[in-house]
Nanobody, 115 residues
Framework: QAQLVESGGGLVQPEESLRLSCEAS????????MGWYRQAPGKQRELVAS???????NYADFVKGRFTISRDNPKNAMYLQMNFLKPEDTAIYYC?????????WGQGTQVTVSS
């Protein structure tokens, strides 16, 4: 069974930074494009950033220039460096394949940006 575990969330003030991590099973990580998604209260889950197996990246407009996605294939890990955080970035952040697979959703990691 595929397993993805997110970590690194927390409570920060506006304009501070966080780095999220995602650990995945090898069977998931090595054969899929991957992405970070988020879901804010009362809103639908949305794709924040994605990275292909070969490292090409893509970002949602609302995080361009602030967030950086990366992956470490030997470690089966993916990261999201989030800088200049805004209150509207508050959400639960998840990792999954791109396109996502319903069975792969994990618990996510909560990011709260508040002064």
């Amino acid at each position: 069974q595929a397993q993805l575990v997110e970590s690194g969330g927390g409570l920060v003030q506006p304009e501070e930074s966080l780095r999220l991590s995602c650990e995945a099973s090898r069977s998931v990580f090595h054969f899929n494009d991957m992405g970070w998604y988020r879901q804010a209260p009362g809103k639908q889950r949305e794709l924040v950033a994605s990275i292909t197996i070969t490292g090409s990246t893509n970002y949602a407009d609302f995080v361009k220039g602030r967030f950086t996605i990366s992956r470490d294939n030997p470690k089966n890990a993916m990261y999201l460096q989030m800088n200049f955080l805004k209150p509207e970035d508050t959400a639960i952040y998840y990792c999954n394949t791109v396109p996502f697979r319903q069975a792969y959703w994990g618990q996510g990691t909560q990011v709260t940006v508040s002064s």
